[in-house]
């Protein structure tokens, strides 16, 4: 029976060091943790199976186990054991090893430890690779024959800075498994691997439509293989979002043709890969190490009772996912765990970044080893996640990888949460509104979006909704939004808080939302579908919906052109001038001036200037003026040969709109003005 899942949609929540200050951190890391103390750790990464010419080896890591049986299998789900080897101890290391003279290609095994009397439920252990349908048994495979051709040649895009890139966050079904998406491979793995792919009414969809719109990146919601969907009936077509991880090491079988085949739905992911990679496209995967499926039932806990997870001096799970479970990154063998799968994901996947959900669960020191250990791969493999927790937790405030704390973290970045709500309203408020939407009062945290959370002259942090001070050290520690798979969509948050509106107007809305994210320093995110006003039927946190909730209706690219255009416009105008993506913080409080703006005469507007050709922009100066109010708002520009970029709902990356020379400009209602000069 599966345990209910109820509270994936809390990864939005932010409980910040200042909220939980006060928690019992003063009692953790105590006798709960004593138990531990004496536990060996084991850095290798050739747990728990492995064949060579002498045949397949396993060593299973369970320090406290009394006898660990090895179980092997001919089929991945059903039948008994053809055989049933005892494991042997290694005292120095903690592992159970046993090796069978024979390249068990095809078979499946588990393993079944016995401690304190009490015999456990077999597992596939924590580092199955491949496994049968639904994840009970891992199996033994030949990696050679899921690589497709080519795959060694394989790379993904290169990119200098984190803020070059732009990321588009998606979920395999969202984005291909409506009637109108013309792809033949709905909700699968392979659905991006197909060309040529036209909606109902003739627009580009798949991967064609990425291309078409400009993005770098694609993050995609979780596809380890996951709990929640029955592999063995898929015709159902049961959704889930997939944070409830079950066996972190192997793709999620529903995504795949063929389930109860072991190799196609890792030969399908890395097609997958391959043909985003071609396509210049790089790929981020969502990780959730921070919590399990399942509680005593989980891989870890049938492998080394109570270890990977951390529980409160009574003993019981502590919870700081909202998930019913929290792993603990601080004990060695975790860490080494979480190092070791996302080096993978890269070697075996060709994976570009890594997306930790829930991040303030794990450690700093946790997460500074794994950039590096990433970094020594290639350089270019980015590291973010939230930097907040879903409740309070036994790891200590201050050892938390929390937002406030991305600056004693290299190589990692963290979600603006202040950009977000700042710009489009709370984000569990339905009817809260914010800057782009005409509610006053947030100018100064947009600003502080505008600046990626760095220390600027002319950025008051006191008056910041979400944050007090200047966080980041580097505008690569931050990733700016208005919007993800979490809560409502952008199109329904507007309709929402904007009752009284048409959706022209709230399309208008959307766009200046998004023109702040695409204009601010750090690096922009977006959620699929967005670009065409996607909607997900008013619904918040849709991560157990049907398909008709959350597929995208690709129909509506042709409705909303005008909307794709300009969100086509906007990233082609980031790609193209890098002043919108400085690299230090040093540039940026040097190159961006703000505008004197009275926000109780003027409220919901701001402009800035990008000046001196900031980081070697071709435009020596850039002019961005936001009105989020409902009425139009004049601003005073420095007289000059401006060429307009953007104007009234319409974006010209080469700043061909029409001319100006300065002087008092009207901004109408909801939207950005961009300007440019040469000279
Ligand atoms: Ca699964």
Known sequence: MKKPIFAYFMAATMLSASMVATSQ?????SNYDAQFVDYPSYAGDDLEMRVDKSGTHFKLWSPKADKVNLHLYNDGRTGEAYKTIAMTFNSTDGTWSASVA???YGKFYTFQIEQGGKLYAETPGVWAKAVGVNGKRAAIIDFANTNPEGWTEDRGPKVDYFTDVIIYEMHHRDMSVHTNSGIANKGKFLALTEEGVRSLNGEKTGIDHLKELG?????????YDYNSVDETQLPSNVYNWGYDPMNYNTPEGSYSTNPSDPETRIREMKEMIKALHDAGIGVILDVVYNHTAENDGSNFNLTAPGYYHRHWEDGNYSDASGCNNETASDRQQMRNYIINSTKYWVNEYHIDGFRFDLMAIHDIETMNQVAAELKKIDPRIFVYGEGWTCGDSPLKVEKRALKEHVSQMSGIAVFSDDLRDAVKGHYSNAADRGFASGKPGNEETVKIGIVAATAHPQVDYSKGQNSKFPYAASPQMIVNYVSCH???????KLRLSMPDATDAERMAVAKLAQTIVFTSQGTPFMFCGEEIFRDKKGIHNTYNQPDHVNAIDWNLKATN???????????????????FRMPTAEMI???IVFDK????KQPNLIAYSLVDNANGDSWKEIKVVLNGAATAQEVKIKKGDWMIVAQDGKICPEGQLGTTKGGKITVAPYSALIIARTK
Do not use: W
């Open 25 to 29: 951190d003063a009692s953790a890391q």
């Open 102 to 104: 024979e390249q068990l």
């Open 215 to 223: 993005i770098t990146h694609v993050h995609i919601l979780p596809s």
């Open 486 to 492: 979490d809560d409502l969509c952008l199109t329904d």
């Open 561 to 579: 052109k005008d909307q794709f255009n300009y969100y086509k416009g906007l990233i082609a105008l980031r790609k193209a001038h890098p002043a």
């Open 589 to 591: 409080a040097k190159h």
């Open 597 to 600: 703006i009275d926000s109780e």
